[in-house]
């Protein structure tokens, strides 16, 4: 089998692999959305969270819900430098059946980090394998030039 068909197979089904899983997380982060209730909370804490060379941070945050519990969650995404600082309010978005999933948010749009990530790799990945085609084109058209 020739080698351009081969990597093209690999590099394809990585694409499609790339875009399956962006899917699949846009999706999941869409019906959480959809299903979660908002209410506004307040950063009683910012957590310290060791990753790799240097720490991150993830608030701890306090609010109360539709029903009127009282409860508080750290978020289970960190970053650096911190997002939040305390005493900062935030958008809190919490599963009604689970109120401890939830998420603060600045911007609803930032839910979708992971997907964006999967859809860019999957486009970047895609230029690849057009750039490889057109020069294996060129190689068969113009033979002598290589």
Known sequence: MDIILQLSLVLGSIIIGFLLAAFILWYRTRRFIDRAHK??????????????????FSPVVRFTTSDGRALSFTDPVSCYPSEFEVGERAEVLYDPHNPHRARAVKKVSDLFL???LFWVASAALLAVGFLIGAAYGLMNYFPEAF
């Open 39 to 56: 209410a506004t909370g307040v950063v009683i804490k910012v957590r310290k969270v060791p990753f790799e060379n240097r720490d991150t």
């Open 114 to 116: 992971e997907a964006r």
